[in-house]
């Protein structure tokens, strides 16, 4: 049973447009949500995290956004950039477990 | 080097065979996990070392599967009787305490293992 769905396996964006990758969950306990990217053959890096008593958070051109009442949350990137290209992967921490969605592509086209 | 570093980077083995899979964390860092990523799924937590605490092995898929911490450092994944579903990148990561949403977790690069 997952407890953090990505739904959309993966995403095609143009460059300068707007990028918004979806993360669902079940578990009303989650202290903290984390967005982490990863590179082919690298591990995945840390982006930006959100703690569930706040609704928005924001860095550079990432944002995201938690929507509690729809256990909801999103990542924005504004404007996408070639460099964006990745897997993006929603996480939820459970005390010091990190409980992991599956992960979307995104692809940034020219 | 400053990040965690994980060897070796990619192991195909045998059915059957034992493999060990080794974990140098951050200089400093206290909080060490083992991570499993399947193909076309998401991370699978296995276990958690907290400095001299002992581990939370709640993850670990079967008795096959072991893994240790020395000296609060290096970390040895060990798997044996290696069966085809083991097949998966194996991640490591390390933080300085027991990461939540404001302590960052830092991941090796994996180790890919193949078993044929």
């Known amino acids: 049973d997952q407890q953090v769905k990505q739904n959309s396996p993966s995403l095609s964006v143009q460059e300068g447009r707007i990028s918004i990758l979806n993360c669902d969950y079940t578990?009303?306990?989650?202290?903290?949500f984390l967005w982490y990217k990863k590179y082919p053959a690298e591990g995945p890096t840390f982006l930006i995290s959100?703690?569930?008593i706040k609704d928005k958070n924001e860095d550079g051109r990432f944002t995201v956004f938690l929507n509690k009442s729809a256990k909801h949350l999103s990542l924005h990137i504004v404007p996408s950039q070639p460099g964006d290209s990745a897997v993006y992967f929603c996480?939820?921490?459970?005390?010091?477990?990190?409980?992991w969605g599956a992960g979307t592509k995104l692809i940034i086209k020219p | 080097g400053a990040g965690v570093s994980q060897s070796p980077s990619n192991k195909v083995t045998e059915k059957g065979k034992d493999v060990e899979l080794r974990c140098d964390p951050i200089?400093?860092?206290?909080?060490l996990y083992w991570y499993r990523q399947s193909l076309g799924q998401g991370l699978e937590f296995l276990i958690y070392?907290?400095?001299?605490?002992?581990?939370?092995k709640s993850g670990l898929p079967s008795d096959r599967f072991s893994a240790e911490r020395t000296g609060g450092s290096v970390s040895t994944l060990t798997i044996q009787r290696t069966q085809q579903e083991d097949s998966a990148v194996y991640l490591c990561?390390?933080?300085?305490?027991?990461?939540?949403?404001?302590?960052?977790?830092?991941f090796g690069q994996g180790t890919r293992l193949t078993v044929v």
């Open positions: 200089s400093g860092h206290t909080a």
């Open positions: 959100i703690s569930s």
């Open positions: 990561a390390s933080s300085l305490s027991p990461h939540r949403g404001d302590t960052e977790a830092f």
């Open positions: 578990n009303s306990m989650f202290d903290y």
């Open positions: 996480a939820a921490t459970q005390g010091y477990q990190l409980i």
């Open positions: 070392f907290q400095g001299n605490s002992a581990p939370d």
